[in-house]
Structure formats: C-alpha cells, structure tokens
C-alpha cells in the first residue's frame, strides 16, 4: 500500500494552492508515495541526541549601518505587475462588501 | 591559427589587453559559432548579439584610451536563465516567468560586467532549477554536443553544453546538488561549486537557500579560478556570503600537490559504480599519485542517506521560495478568476510544469503538521551527521576524490518516467551541497560511447585554493585529450 492516499494528496495540494486533476493526483500518490518510502531509510539512523543542521552557516546576527539607501522606483516595481493602475498592485476583491 | 572561439578566456583575456585581437572580433566569432551550431545544440534561451557587441565596443575603448579593461576583458559568457539581468529577460525556463524582466543585476553579472566580460545571452535549464538532465525546461530541449541523443546533464544543461561546444568562453551556472557538477561531466568541461558563501546569491532565483551556490563552467581550471576570483567576495546584499578576503585563486595553481593528501571515500567506490567510470576515476587519482599526492582511503559512513536527506530538504526550502509566485507582483496571473484564492490556485496550477509540481508537493508535505519532526526535522538531523562524516574525512587528507555522475550522459527519456532513478543521478554530488563544502567536476576521458567521463574533487569548507591546485595538477598532467565534440 502507498504511504500516501489520494485525500492526503488532495489535502497538501490545498495546502500548496495548487490543483490537480485526476491523473496527476494518481500520478503523485504513487510517486510521492515510492519517494517518502525511500525517505523512511533515515529511521535507521537514532539521531536523539543529534542537534539538527539549521543553517548552512553558523552565522548570527549580521547587520549594517542603519542608513537609507536608494530603492527601485514606483514604475520599475510595478513594471512586471500582470495588473496594476500605475500606483498599486490590482487583485481582485479580499473583502466581501458593496463598493466603498 | 586556432578559431578564436576555441580559445579559453585567459587566452582571450590577455590578447584583448594587449590590444592583439579586438573583443568585437571574438564576440563575432562567438556569434557566429552561435549561429552555425545553435539549431543543433539548442543551449541558448536567448543570444544578445547587438548588446554583446556594444559590450565588446566598450571594453576595445577602454583598451584603446589606456585604461585598465577589466581581469575578464572581452571574455564571452552566458548566463543560465536562473541569473537576474536587466537586460533581456529572467525566466528560469518556466512558464511562469515568461517575459519577467529583472528590475536589478545580479551581484555576480554586477561583478562579470565591471570586469569587462561581454554576455553572449542566456542559456537553459531545468525549469528552476529542479532536475538533472534539462529536460524540465519549460522553454526547449538541448542537446549533449558529444551525442545530440544524449541529455545535456542538469540543471545547467544549458550553460555545459554552450562551453562545450565553444558558443561562449564561460558560463555561470547555479548548483543546488549538482547542478553544475553533473553536467559538466556529461558534457566534458570544467565545472566548479563554490563553497556555501563564498559567492553572493543576490540575484540567484532561490530555489533551496540553504543549498544553492552560483559557480562557472569553462574549457580549462585555469578559467575556473579566474572566473571565481571575479565573482566570489563578502556582499552587503547576501547576509549568508561570508565576510572573507576575495582571493585571487589563478594564484593557488602552482602545479605542487607534493604531500597532498587525497582521500578515496570507500562507500564511492562500491559495486553501485560502473566499471568503466570506476577505471577512469582510478586512473585519475593515479595521476595525483604520481605527481606527489599520497592516497588515503576515508570514510563517509553516512553517504547512503543522502540523498533522502537532501529531497527532503531541497523540496522543503522550494515549497517555501516558490510560494512568491502568487501572480500578484510578477509572473504568470490566469486571467479568469473571481477571487483572490483562485487566483493563487489557477495560476500556479497552469503555470508551474510537472516537476516543480512534484517537489512543491513532497516540500508541503515534509513540512506540514504531523510530519515536520518525521521528515524535516530527522533531514536537518541527518545532514549534521553527513557533515561531520567529512569534518572526519578531511582529518585525514586535504583532498576528496570521487566520481562525478554514476554514468555518462543517457539518452532523452531514459530516466523521465520515474523521478526516484533520475533524482539518484546526483549520488555522487549533493553530499557537498549538504556539508557546505567546494567540489569541481573534471574530465577524465572518453568512455567507449565517445560520452565524456568525470571525477569530482571536493575540499574543505573555503579551502577552494586547495581545489583548484590539485585540479590544475591533474588537468596538467593528465595526458588526456578530451579532443572537441563530433559536431560540425
């Protein structure tokens, strides 16, 4: 049996906003189900008292001046923009309302 | 008299300084090799020739006027897809980015530009970087110049197969597990992975952060380190670069690996490794050996679980990065939606391909509730013990050698039905990415196919000066010519 069922799958599809018909769905239980099989490999290993690898660098706290410095303007941040007026970023409606 | 295409970009370098060739004319040439094998290639997504041009004019004026051209003066490069560039456009082979035009350079296009380098275009890939063969490009097949039956390798598909067949002097690719490495042993060049840090990300489409890396692909180390010292350094705009001096690494290629110590890692050399990339590899290391380096076997007890670890990783940081395109600011938005769920919905759906889909979902997954301590966290675990497996190793020797790839380049289709076979493509070389260190990928011949074969030599973490001389060495004194692919 795979490790992942086709509501799980559905279930990280809403998750990841994606959507999926019906073959990719059969597809992906499959294929995600093989893959996190062979993920399960790693249980071999006892790592309870193996601190996890969170950054590829130990680094912390990297800071700069606190000075202002010059930034794209309004046009080029705009220019890639599917829909805009020249001033925002158009998406349709969030709110549910008559028109302010 | 050698076509100036076929020339290294040291060589080019230094004729363009000393005002014995024009770059125009080497751009030209570029172009036109560009435009002689191109249909057969298929590795440019885009070629500049007009911008290149006016590139070359300037840096020919600089020459002219006396003034300092720049360490990669009139050198012809190509960009992988993946590399921010205000000219021309940014699509990491993806249709969601169709038409994306970068508001700003990246720092390493930044750094190649003020050196006087000339960009030729950009190259393909596997869309975002996602993949090992290119053929997950959103944009076009390209072909391996060696056997255009064959995949290119991938991620930087595009950005090997351009260096191989002369169409630039060098290419930057992007590596997250191999993605420089692996097709640089498929197509014959010279490709190297940068320690984690050591050059700026500003401008790389981020894919996994914790694992990416820009670094070039040339004809020879010599380039390799040039092209390096040009683009690595401390940058305000990366807070992960590292605040080190920005060496000039064609100084460490002095040709004396007495002493050095190479380490064979026993779990590389296993039945798992065919016997006629096993021969080669061998030999190679012979070659160290006899130039002075000693050999020692090492271990990497942990290596088997590598590539779990990094799936679960890798997929993790990219379900998070490519939640930006939400169709809002940049990128593909589908026109027909009532709200703002659907827009995000419809949008990635239509847009991402088949790949990105499969590793947005398995990242989701790794680190959704109930599963992140199962799999990401156990992942994070488990990519400690692999690093420290190599802080071991390399108590023992200054050097890691290993193959490239398990296999020379495949055919088209070979291993696009089952994702599990193409992701063990990368066996050999995401265990750098994981423990942070630099590796390069070398050839070393010519398998009977005609394919070229590799070995990967890795160092400790900002040893990359360690690297490049005991490549040098071996690229020296190889005996090997790798000749030029069988294309027209």
């Known amino acids: 049996m795979s490790k992942i069922s086709t509501n799980d799958v559905e279930y990280v599809a809403s998750l990841a906003q994606l959507e999926l018909d019906a073959a990719a769905k059969e597809r992906l239980v499959q294929e995600m189900g093989e893959i996190l099989a062979y993920m399960d490999k790693l249980n071999e290993l006892d790592t309870a008292n193996v601190e996890p690898m969170m950054h590829a660098m130990e680094m912390t706290n990297v800071f700069r001046e606190d000075v202002v410095e010059s930034s794209i303007s309004r046009e080029t941040a705009l220019q890639n923009a599917p829909v805009h007026d020249g001033q925002y970023f158009i998406v349709p409606r969030i709110l549910e309302g008559d028109e302010a | 008299m050698t076509a100036w295409h076929e020339k290294t970009a040291h060589e080019i370098r230094d004729l363009v300084r000393r005002g014995e060739v024009t770059a125009v004319e080497v751009t030209k040439s570029y172009l036109d090799r560009i435009a002689a094998v191109e249909s057969k290639v298929d590795a440019y997504t885009q070629v500049w020739s007009d911008y290149a041009l006016e590139q070359a004019a300037a840096v020919d004026g600089r020459v002219r006027r006396g003034e300092d051209p720049g360490q990669m003066a009139g050198v012809p490069i190509a960009l992988k897809e993946v590399l921010c560039t205000q000219h021309g456009f940014t699509t990491c082979a993806s249709k969601i980015l169709e038409g994306f035009r970068s508001p700003y350079d990246a720092t390493v296009v930044r750094k190649l530009a003020q050196a006087g380098a000339v960009f030729l275009g950009k190259v393909n890939m596997d869309e975002f970087a996602m993949g090992s063969s290119t053929e997950n490009s959103a944009i076009k097949t390209t072909r391996n110049p060696w056997n255009l039956r064959c995949v290119p390798g991938g991620s930087s598909g595009g950005s090997a197969a351009a260096v191989a067949a002369d169409m630039c002097a060098v290419s930057l690719g992007s590596d997250t597990g191999g993605s420089i490495r692996q097709p640089a042993c498929l197509c014959g060049c010279v490709g190297i992975k940068p320690t984690y840090g050591r050059v700026s990300r500003y401008g790389l489409v981020a894919f996994a952060s914790s694992l990416d890396q820009i670094g070039p692909l040339t004809k020879d180390v010599q380039d390799a380190a040039l092209t390096l010292s040009v683009i690595c350094g401390k940058d305000p705009l990366d807070a992960t670069s590292a605040d080190l001096p920005a060496p000039d690494f064609t100084q460490a290629l002095t040709g004396d690996i007495r002493g050095l110590r190479v380490g064979m890692p026993r779990e590389c050399f296993t039945e798992a490794l065919g016997p006629e990339m ?35 990783i890798c997929t993790a940081e990219a379900s998070a990065n490519l939640a930006r395109f ?46 992140y301590d199962a799999y990401y966290l156990k992942a994070q675990k488990v990519r400690r013990l692999i690093k420290e497996d190599f802080d071991r190793a390399f108590e023992q020797c200054d050097i890691i050698a290993t193959p490239t790839s398990p296999t020379p380049a495949f055919e088209f289709g070979a291993k696009t039905a089952d994702p599990l076979e193409m992701y063990l493509s990368d066996i050999y070389t995401i265990s750098t990415n994981l423990a942070t260190l630099p590796g390069i990928s070398l050839p070393c011949g010519l398998c009977a196919s005609g394919l070229p074969a590799a070995i990967q030599l890795m160092a400790r973490p900002f040893d990359e000066a360690t690297l490049l001389r005991a490549a040098h060495c071996y690229e020296q004194n190889s005996g090997i010519q790798m000749g030029k692919p069988p294309i027209a």
Do not use: C, N, W
Request: glycine share 8%.
């Open chain 2, 278 to 312: 096993r021969e080669k590899v061998v030999t190679a290391i012979d070659v160290l050996r006899q130039q002075g380096a000693e050999v020692v076997e090492v271990s990497l007890p942990h290596s088997e679980y590598a590539i779990a670890v990094y799936y679960i």
């Open chain 2, 326 to 371: 939400d169709g809002v600011r940049y990128g593909f938005r589908h026109p027909d939606v009532k709200d703002v769920r659907e827009m995000y919905v419809k949008s990635k759906s239509a847009a991402f391909g088949p790949e990105v889909k499969r590793r947005i979902m398995l990242g989701t997954y790794v680190l959704s509730s109930g599963y």
